[in-house]
């Protein structure tokens, strides 16, 4: 069953790896476009310093009201696409967050240096490596915990008074320990040398075969067998 | 008040008995605790534990309509400990007088009562009279025909014991309340309704009196009795006498037999010749001479057997004797006990006149709920009134300070001050009678009446305070009118005669008190004379000089041999000294000259050689009388849940007045049918019959509502919860209200019976933004027989939750 | 993306304003505000409340003659300044819609009001005044004599159907003339609040 | 200006209830439909109309009532819940001691309503805009009392500089100590010292107030730590990849690919 899982996933074409299928990748625009826009509306909100940015969206109760609806679009989107489609390379993503191998443990060691140009040895990587699989994780107990704070705050009166109380620091964290994330995520996707080839995963789904090969060389192996039973 | 709102803070201590005056009267507040931050103490007597009984020291929780019980003992305590001021005693009341003969109280009445005419022939009320008929004086309080003898005698009944089987009020609190209180030199006491709307409320003000003089607390600053009145001109309209009995200046009416100005004054004495043909004057000007007894017989004689205060005239409306009632500034169908008496004597008018600022009950009673409009055949003319700052005028309040105020906005809308519609209805009828010769329209057509064009409220307060006739000129002071001769001068209401003396004093606004007793004697006029503390003669000794250095009121200079002080001295003549006749004087508009612990029958200065052609003789100045007994006697409320326990042959006073030509109209309830008793008063947020106060939307939402406060006892007994709906019921009428259950009404023993009080706040009506259900529905129209004030404090119910 | 040293001032530039300002270091201290009095420049005339008889003094602030506030009189030594629940809400009366501002006629058996003008209403009051006089004057009564006892007619001059209900509630001036105008009309029944 | 207090003498205040007439009067707020809540109390709390009213406890023992009677509005804390929960600084201290509300910048989240530990602000949903006491500070900034305090005629209420009050009040617990054992201070130290300080006759909690009032525990982490650590959190990863650019271009690694370095682990 595993191998036809993966069958379709590692497609070949000219020196690419197919490493993103269009659901994930939709998935993951959703969930960029959203998040940004919550975090903008968010912090017109929160922070008194983001007050004038509001007229942009037309003022500042517009911008609640924003938040609110994008939340709604964002937590029933991305919750459903666990469900419609070929929803199982979600699933896989979801278990990957949750288990830590010892490559990627190294991965995680090395990671620092890499971060800032230096290089330092880590084994081979599945499809998802060290780094990713924390960022991962931050990102699925973050909008976990800032869905369920939002919720208690925007139905507070239906909630305990102790209970609302933690929503509002919770939700403020959840943003925070995201927004770092993002901003770390960004620059390894897009600025960091080594690794933005992998932009291209997430634009048309292939990513170069040399980067897999050397970034997710577990993966890209298993992908090369498909490749061979495939053709 | 005998004193003042500001004179309050010179008191040792308060008794609060008849008065809730934190919410009826909220700046009495501000003086007492001024006291109370010098330690004063505060002791509240009240059915309920009211707002007021929150900053007592002591509380006694006490059975409405029994407070003579409780006061009679105070008097006795009094007595047997001798805490009396024995030089005030001597000096200035009548202790020392002898009492006739023929006076006696026994077994519930006193002598010369006439069972068949319900009244008390007064004969046997009086003093040994000598020669010279002035009363026969004993060398000591210890001679058994005294006034003082009659007190301990007549008082002696009253042990603390007997005190709390009829109050309810622990035997041992009664005692803590009078040693608390006779030991605070000086002591005030503060009554309102609660004390003045009971069947026995002349006599239980009278008991005030009493305590006071034994204790010497009147005339003093800090002293004195103070009936806190309840509305913003009750004193003045009293000074201006709208009663049926009397004229401006508390002269008594005419009555039929009083065929001329000399019938008159044999029975009122000739103190009363001066003030009435000085009002005579002013009411009908040159048209008035001595030849035509100053035009008294223009004046109504009413009579004496219609008694027809304010309760007996709804009465006889309802026997149909009334075609037209102008009604100002009040609402009767909310105010009046047992409700359905008004409803039906308004229905029999031909037309009903209301000045008022808004759309009252009493204005729409044709289409009050339950009503049908088409049976109702009185019209009724309903007229905008301006309100209190929009139209010159002045207010007399409570301590009797005539206050001016300026107009400081123009009337709202086509409202008019009730001073222009008066004008203006009396020269239309004038008009009507032009040409008339026939005699009854005499006075309509002589009148003097001329306040201006557009009429001026200082030309009318002018004409109140006084002119001297031959000049044509303002009288300055009330001296300058008592030095006059009679017929030269002329004033509307003597006792404010130099109001506008030299300018207008009620305007004064100096409101420096260099005393620093609250004199405050250059901020507006009191009457009379502007003297602030009536009766201050009695705060100094026999030679003249304050007893209470810390507050010196007034005193006798000897070196410019003439009275003087902080306050206007409250004595017969500035010049005539201590050792004088007038200079003893301490209560000089009593005929003795001294303050009356015995209220007997007397009339001062009669002469002792019958007149000529066997005229009666006229006297100076009688008495002023309780028509039901010369001393305080403890009688039961008329519906009472219990017998009297010291006469129960004569439980309720004999002399109670029940007005009810329609039969049946007022039923008096038994205890088996209507087991509790109902006190009604008002609250804070609302002022007597809601009329103004009901339509201002925020008191209504500091109280929404009227509801029935009952204790938990009592609420658990008719299963009901706080907030639950009850009704409530008298043998008069019902009426569904919100019932709220708290501790501030507690069961408590009368005669060893367990006894509940329900309190029912009475100011609502079907009209205004906030009705609700008025507690007059319930109350019975029984009458005090001197006041003729309703015994709304006590009557019997009964409740159930709805 | 090539960032050239330029790009990356500015980038850095952008990220650590926006932040500092979301660093929750408010200014604690607000600026003291220029406050405006509402009842700056306005017309200042005492009076005298209208409820118990405390006699306390009020003060009515007045801008272009509109009621704009109204407390107690600071000079007035028995109330200085204060009022209680009532005096307090005394502005609401100046300009109250549920207040009657034109005569209203009532006929009989009607149910409801009807407008009528000052003039006419004076006029009917003052014709039904001399006509209940006129019907209802009693100038004589027998009563016992004083001394004798025996009934004897006296005069007594009065219009007993008309009753004068008022008031605690106005002035002297106007409570004065209410008596002195039922006393000449001949009607003893003027009664008011004090008896209840 | 200089720290002013506002002293309420609870043993001398009688229910009448003029302050919230006055305070309604002078801000001209709308009167309100109510029901008695229980004893005479109209208002259950507060609301955007009503920024002050008077609560009523009854307790009666051994057989003494006592009517507890409690004039409620904003405490204006010197270390206000409100003003650490508004995240617009919508909310602010002046000198005088008051803390005051900016319609302007007010928003009308009601984080300030959440997390007053007395239930004080209160939002106008139409408005969106948070309301309470303003301790009348257009008066106080001009020499004048708050209006209900002016109106106060039992003299239950004063106001005055401080320091000068705060010690008056003190003398005058020790003489209501007398009649009243359980009698206390509230609002000298609580919340940072309060300018609308009381002297109770009881303990808070017979007034349905917390002894030690604080702002929630939630509330005290999310702006003392979430919101500072996260900043610096947030401002901490653009730092590193600042750093991580420079780094790399240091490391030549933005340099053409083909240069061989690129693609180097």
């Known amino acids: 069953m595993a191998v036809e899982r993966l069958k379709v996933e590692g497609q070949v074409a000219e020196g690419k790896v197919l490493r993103f299928t269009g659901g994930e990748r939709f998935s993951h625009w959703l969930h960029v476009v959203s998040f940004f826009m919550l975090l903008f509306t968010g912090l017109g909100v929160f922070t008194a310093g983001f007050h004038p940015l509001m007229s942009l969206v037309g003022g500042l109760q517009i911008a609640r009201l924003i938040h609110r609806v994008v939340a709604v679009i964002f937590v029933l989107g991305a919750g459903a696409m666990f469900f419609i489609g070929d929803s199982r390379y979600h699933r896989d993503w979801l278990r990957s967050a949750f288990s830590f191998s010892e490559a990627d443990k190294k991965h995680i060691k090395a990671f620092t240096a890499e971060f800032f140009g230096g290089h330092a040895a880590y084994p081979p990587q599945d499809k998802y490596n060290g780094g990713e699989k924390i960022n991962s994780l931050l990102t699925i107990c973050g909008s976990a915990v800032i869905t369920v704070s939002g919720l208690v705050m925007w139905f507070a009166p239906n909630f305990p008074a102790g209970l609302v109380d933690w929503a509002y620091p919770l939700h403020d964290l959840a943003m925070f320990v995201m927004t770092a994330a993002v901003i770390g995520h960004i620059y390894l996707s897009l600025i960091h040398p080594g690794s933005r080839a992998s932009i291209s995963g997430m634009l048309t789904g292939y990513v170069p075969e040399d980067f897999a090969k050397a970034h997710h060389a577990v993966w890209y192996e298993q992908a090369a067998e498909n490749k061979s039973v495939a053709k | 008040m005998t004193n003042s709102w500001t004179d309050l803070q010179n008191s040792r201590c308060f008794l609060i008995a008849g008065s809730n005056c934190a919410e009826n009267h909220p700046i009495a507040m501000r003086w007492i605790n001024r006291a109370r931050d010098k330690g004063a103490k505060i002791i509240v007597v009240d059915p309920r534990f009211t707002r007021t009984a929150s900053q007592a020291d002591i509380f006694a929780q006490i059975r409405p309509g029994t407070d003579i019980a409780y006061l009679g003992a105070i008097i006795r305590h009094i007595l047997v400990n001798k805490l009396y001021d024995k030089d005030y005693v001597l000096n200035y009341t009548n202790a020392l007088y002898k009492v006739s003969k023929g006076y006696k109280f026994d077994a519930g009445l006193f002598s010369g009562f006439d069972a068949k005419g319900k009244k008390y022939s007064i004969d046997t009320w009086g003093y040994q009279l000598g020669p010279d008929n002035k009363p026969l004086k004993a060398d000591s309080l210890e001679d058994p025909d005294t006034v003082f003898a009659k007190l301990q005698e007549h008082f002696s009944r009253y042990t603390f014991d007997k005190a709390e089987k009829i109050t309810g009020i622990p035997a041992a609190k009664i005692k803590e309340i009078a040693d608390t209180f006779c030991q605070a030199k000086p002591a005030t006491i503060l009554y309102a309704l609660g004390m003045t709307q009971h069947t026995t409320a002349v006599q239980g003000i009278r008991s005030y009196a009493i305590i006071q003089l034994l204790l010497g607390n009147v005339g003093k600053a800090g002293g004195g009795i103070n009936a806190l009145r309840g509305e913003p001109n009750v004193q003045g309209s009293t000074d201006m006498a709208n009663l049926f009995n009397s004229l401006p200046g508390y002269l008594p009416a005419p009555i039929g037999t009083d065929k001329t100005l000399r019938d008159y004054l044999v029975r009122n004495g000739s103190i009363q010749e001066k003030p009435l043909v000085a009002l005579l004057k002013a009411w009908f000007g040159q048209s008035a001479t001595k030849e035509n007894d100053y035009c008294f017989n223009y004046l109504p004689k009413y009579n004496l057997s219609v008694n027809a205060s304010m309760v007996r005239i709804f009465d006889l409306m309802n026997k149909g004797q009334f075609k037209l009632l102008i009604n100002i500034g009040s609402n009767s169908l909310v105010s009046i006990p047992n409700r359905q008496m008004v409803r039906a004597g308004l229905a029999k008018l031909d037309m009903l006149v209301v000045s008022d600022l808004f759309e009252i009950e009493t204005a729409q009673f044709w289409r009050e709920p339950g009503v049908n409009p088409a049976e109702i055949k009185t019209e009724v003319i309903l007229l905008p009134a301006a309100f209190v700052y929009e139209k010159d005028g002045s207010l007399t309040n409570s301590g009797r300070w005539i206050q001016w105020k300026d107009a400081a906005l123009k009337p709202l809308g086509e409202s008019k001050p009730d001073l222009e519609v008066l004008d203006s209805l009396f020269r239309r009828v004038r008009q009507l009678y032009q040409g008339s010769t026939d005699p009854k329209d005499e006075p309509v057509l002589k009148a003097r009446w001329d306040y201006g064009q557009e009429p001026s409220a200082l030309k009318v307060l002018q004409e109140i305070s006084g002119y001297d006739e031959t000049t044509g000129k303002l009288l300055p002071t009330l001296a300058d009118y008592l030095k006059a001769p009679a017929g030269s001068v002329s004033t509307g209401c003597w006792i404010y005669t130099g109001v506008t003396g030299n300018g207008n004093l009620a305007a004064r606004r100096k409101n420096g008190d260099p005393s620093g007793l609250g004199l405050f004697k250059d901020w507006s006029y009191a009457w009379p004379a502007n003297i602030r503390i009536l009766y201050n003669r009695a705060s100094c000794d026999a030679n003249g000089q304050p007893v209470d250095p810390e507050r010196k009121l007034v005193w006798w200079d000897p070196v410019a041999r003439v009275w003087s002080g902080n306050d206007g001295p409250d004595v017969v003549d500035k010049t005539k000294g201590p050792d004088t006749p007038e200079g003893k004087q301490s209560f000089r508009m009593n005929p003795e000259g001294v303050g009356r612990l015995f209220a007997a029958k007397y009339t001062s200065g009669m002469p002792v050689t019958p007149p000529a052609d066997n005229l009666s003789p006229i006297g100076l100045r009688p008495a002023g009388l309780c028509v039901d007994g010369p001393l305080p006697e403890f009688y039961e409320p008329v519906e009472s849940p219990t017998s009297n326990l010291l006469h129960s042959e004569v439980s309720s006073n004999p002399l109670v007045v029940i007005p009810a030509t329609v039969p049946g109209i007022q039923k008096v309830g038994k205890p088996e049918d209507f087991p509790y008793v109902l006190t009604t008063y008002g609250v804070v947020e609302h002022f007597c019959a809601g009329g103004v106060t009901r339509n201002i939307p925020v008191l209504n939402e500091l109280m929404p509502g009227p509801f029935a406060e009952i204790s938990k006892n009592l609420a ?46 009475w100011g609502w009506g079907f009209a205004s933004l906030s009705p609700g259900p008025g507690a007059n529905e319930l109350t019975i129209g029984a009458l005090d027989p001197g006041a003729g004030t309703p015994e709304y404090k006590a009557c019997l119910v009964n409740i159930r939750r709805v | 993306m090539k960032v050239s040293r330029r790009n990356f001032l500015k980038l850095s530039g952008l990220s650590l304003t926006a932040l500092a300002t979301g660093l929750g270091l408010d200014p604690e201290i607000a600026q003291a505000k220029g406050y405006a009095l509402k009842t700056e420049g306005s017309q200042k005339l005492p009076s005298i409340c209208h409820f118990c008889s405390g006699g306390c003094g009020l003060l009515l602030y007045i801008k272009g003659d509109r009621l704009i506030h109204l407390a107690g009189d600071p000079d007035h030594p028995a109330n200085g300044g204060t009022l209680c629940p009532k005096a307090a809400s005394l502005r609401h009366v100046a300009y109250a819609q549920e207040r009657v501002t034109k005569p209203r006629r009532r006929a009989p058996g009607s149910d409801k009001w009807e407008e009528i003008s000052w003039e006419d209403a004076l006029d009917k009051v003052a014709r039904k005044i001399r006509e209940v006089r006129d019907s209802s004057w009693k100038g004589s009564e027998q009563l016992p004599d004083s001394k004798t006892g025996r009934p004897v007619s006296y005069a007594v001059n009065r219009a007993e159907g008309i009753a004068m209900l008022g008031s605690a509630e106005v002035d002297n001036e106007e409570s004065y003339l209410l008596k002195k105008f039922s006393q000449i009309l001949g009607t003893p029944y003027n009664e008011h609040q004090a008896r209840i | 200006m200089t720290r002013k207090m506002v002293l309420a003498d609870t043993s001398k205040c009688t229910g009448c209830k003029a302050c919230t007439v006055a305070c309604k009067e002078w801000n001209q707020l709308p009167a309100e439909k109510t029901q008695l809540v229980r004893s005479y109390q109209s208002m259950r ?172 525990l939630a509330l005290t982490l999310w702006k003392d730590i979430i919101r500072p650590v996260g900043t610096v959190a947030v401002g901490g990863a653009a730092a590193a990849v600042v750093f991580g650019i420079l780094g790399n271009a240091l490391r030549g690694n933005y340099g053409p690919p083909e240069s061989g370095k690129g693609g180097k682990e």
């Open chain 4, 45 to 216: 709390t507060f609301t955007p109309d009503t920024w002050t009213f008077v609560s009523f406890d009854e307790n009666y023992s051994g057989s003494q009532m006592h009517w507890l009677m409690r004039k409620a509005q904003c405490f204006h804390c010197a270390d206000p819940a409100c003003l650490k929960a508004c995240t617009s600084k919508a909310i602010s201290k002046t000198g005088s001691g008051y803390v005051v509300i900016d319609a302007d910048l007010c928003i009308g989240c009601g984080y300030c309503a959440e997390n007053c530990p007395f239930g004080v602000p209160k939002v106008d949903d139409q408005k969106k805009k948070a309301f309470k006491c303003t301790g009348c500070i257009d008066r106080v900034e001009n020499n004048l009392k708050p209006m209900c305090v002016q109106t106060c005629q039992t003299g239950a209420l004063e106001f005055g500089e401080r320091d000068e009050l705060m010690a008056k009040a003190k003398k005058r617990l020790a003489e209501v100590k007398g009649k009243y054992p359980k009698a206390l201070l509230y609002g000298e130290k609580e919340m940072g010292g309060m300018t609308h300080s009381y002297i109770l006759l009881d303990s808070p909690e017979a007034y349905g107030l917390p002894s030690n009032p604080a702002a929630p």
């Open chain 2, 716 to 761: 658990q007994k008719i299963g009901a919860q706080d907030g639950d709906t009850v009704e409530v019921a008298s043998a008069r009428g019902k009426l569904r209200v919100r019932c709220l259950v708290t501790d501030r009404l507690q069961t408590y023993k009368v005669n060893g019976k367990d006894t509940e009080t329900i309190g029912i706040p």
